[in-house]
């Protein structure tokens, strides 16, 4: 198993855009230390919407270049830590959104789009500080209503954990669409589920309707508990506890430099 | 049953504050808004009518949404949510809120999370509550460092939603949006007119002797106590059996 997980971290090369999903809807922790062992660094993190332990450990292990996102936190834990401290001295550029945002760039490249029009935003500094993104007067409108236009927003790798796969590579996603979405914007989606099953997922009207079809994923690997310290919805619920010891143990370099030699992050 | 916690003048106040809202959603960390939301549910309920209906972000329970995390602001966009609650590191007096950070953008000295769905569900709720307990001159400031989101947008901005009050631990705020500010509604039980300008870093308008806050009527009270608290436990186990403990004791021994 760890051999597999360590075969999907080949997909993250240097400079990529990795897409990662937000902290209740299946993170794959499971692959958060072999893409840190690969050691690739100048990684564009984009997290849908929001991004929290996975994101603060890689940018932790000095890997991360930029992030894009609407909050980085550790919920009910805190803070993220590394996050914090790599904001303070400048060391991560920064591409502050807004949730909707996140999902309307997600939108426009499934879409095969070049952007898509949004509500909102003007006026604030979030948008002041977006290069990237354009305002234009409605040209529907008679004259004025302006609105922001976000740019397809295009993952070269999205990883994300579900509860179940087929053994054709069919993934079940259940109303958890927002990874669906990310795959379809994605160039290569890996997926770490808890069991694959022989039967296909679509042979069944009532899975088949939660199913990212295999079209869009790139490849499966089995990781039973895979989301932890994370919950898994219908699975398993969060270990508190243990995101409250990283939050603790992360506020320095160094407890998180130790944090990382001594926990077992891969499950028993 | 006659002490009433200072909490629990503020999940009355939400409540009253959301009267009349078909649908209100509801923050995954926010147990005293979804408090005063459960309440207003149950107030209802009790009058025979069939109360809003409740989206708390995050949680499997209070939430009907199968679309993903994208459906909420989907929902608020077309008009289908009345009611949400914001906060933030910074409020300031225009109604400007700032999630991001203190100080200088990007490299903040003290960053928070970040703007999350702000800058669009300030925009399209119509009825933004502001609800921030601690009420300091560091959090309720003349300026905010970063706008996450704007209180008032400029003619011509579509902008159907915004805020309607400032809610914190100490004092009820109406914005005016005609004055582009604060208006000070009622001050909470201990403290007074000096007390609030002094935690205030922003200019108010207000009346020479303000109004109390109002105490909950003992059969809201009864409601809340009897009732909600253990809605209010699926949720948030944590606070709903802070709550209990608190009130189990006397207010002088409460934290």
């Known amino acids: 198993?760890?051999?597999?997980?360590?075969?999907?971290?080949?997909?993250?090369?240097?400079?990529?855009?990795?897409?990662l999903p937000v902290d209740y809807a299946g993170v794959s922790m499971a692959m958060t230390r072999p893409i840190i062992e690969r050691n690739t660094g100048n990684l564009h993190l984009i997290c849908v919407p929001t991004g929290g332990l996975q994101v603060d450990q890689l940018i932790g292990s000095g890997l991360v270049r930029t992030v894009e996102t609407s909050a980085v936190t550790l919920g009910e834990a805190g803070g993220a830590p590394r996050f914090?401290?790599?904001?303070?001295?400048?060391?991560?550029?920064?591409?502050?959104?807004t949730c909707p945002a996140i999902h309307a760039g997600l939108m426009a490249a499934q879409k095969g789009s070049p952007f898509m029009p949004m509500r909102g935003l003007i006026g604030s500094d979030i948008l002041r500080h977006r290069k990237d993104w354009r305002v234009i007067d409605n040209p529907l409108a008679d004259g004025g209503d302006p609105v922001v236009l976000i740019p397809a927003i295009k993952p070269d790798v999205t990883i994300f954990h579900a509860p179940m796969a087929d053994r054709f590579g069919n993934v079940w996603v259940g109303r958890r669409r927002e990874l669906a979405a990310m795959a379809y914007a994605s160039a290569i989606t890996l997926v770490t589920v808890e069991r694959i099953v022989d039967e296909s997922l679509l042979a069944n009207e009532i899975t088949a309707a939660g199913v990212l079809p295999a079209i869009y994923v790139t490849e499966v690997a089995l990781a039973p508990k895979g989301a932890r310290p994370y919950g898994l919805w219908g699975e398993y619920p969060a270990d508190t506890q243990e995101l409250v010891r990283y939050a603790r143990a992360a506020r320095t370099a160094e407890g998180f430099a130790d944090y990382m030699a001594t926990t077992q992050m891969e499950p028993a | 049953m006659t002490d009433i916690h200072p909490r629990e003048i503020l999940i009355c106040t939400i409540a009253k504050l959301l009267d009349g809202v078909r649908h209100v959603a509801v923050g995954a960390s926010s147990p005293i808004p979804a408090s005063g939301a459960m309440l207003l549910r149950a107030?209802?309920?009790?009058?025979?009518?069939?109360?809003?209906?409740?989206?708390?972000?995050?949680?499997?329970?209070?939430?009907?949404?199968?679309?993903?995390?994208?459906?909420?602001?989907?929902?608020?966009?077309?008009?289908?949510?009345?009611?949400?609650?914001?906060?933030?590191?910074?409020?300031?007096?225009?109604?400007?809120?700032?999630?991001?950070?203190?100080?200088?953008y990007p490299q903040s000295q003290v960053r928070w999370p970040g703007s999350f769905g702000s800058a669009y569900l300030y925009y399209v709720v119509p009825r933004v509550i502001l609800f921030r307990e601690e009420h300091t001159p560091r959090a309720m400031v003349e300026k905010v460092d970063f706008i996450s989101a704007p209180g008032l947008s400029d003619e011509g901005v579509y902008r159907p939603g915004g805020p309607i009050a400032l809610l914190t631990s100490k004092a009820l705020f109406r914005f005016d949006?005609?004055?582009?500010?604060?208006?000070?509604?009622?001050?909470?039980?201990?403290?007074?007119?000096?007390?609030?300008?002094?935690?205030?870093?922003?200019?108010?308008?207000?009346?020479?002797?303000?109004?109390?806050?109002?105490?909950?009527?003992?059969?809201?009270?009864?409601?809340?106590?009897?009732?909600?608290?253990?809605?209010v436990a699926e949720t948030y186990p944590d606070f709903a059996a802070q709550m209990r403990r608190e009130i189990a004791q006397p207010l002088s021994h409460a934290s």
């Open chain 1, 84 to 97: 914090n401290a790599a904001v303070k001295d400048g060391s991560i550029k920064l591409m502050d959104a």
């Open chain 2, 43 to 104: 107030l209802k309920q009790q009058a025979g009518e069939t109360g809003p209906r409740i989206s708390i972000l995050g949680s499997v329970e209070h939430n009907f949404f199968t679309n993903g995390s994208a459906e909420l602001f989907d929902c608020a966009g077309q008009g289908r949510i009345d009611a949400f609650f914001l906060g933030g590191g910074q409020i300031d007096g225009q109604g400007n809120i700032n999630l991001v950070g203190a100080g200088e």
């Open chain 2, 177 to 231: 949006k005609d004055r582009r500010g604060f208006d000070l509604q009622s001050v909470h039980p201990g403290y007074d007119l000096a007390a609030i300008k002094e935690a205030t870093g922003f200019k108010f308008a207000h009346d020479e002797t303000p109004a109390q806050t109002a105490l909950p009527d003992p059969q809201v009270l009864k409601l809340l106590r009897e009732r909600v608290y253990d809605e």
């Open chain 1, 1 to 19: 198993m760890a051999s597999d997980l360590r075969g999907l971290a080949k997909y993250v090369e240097p400079g990529i855009r990795l897409g």
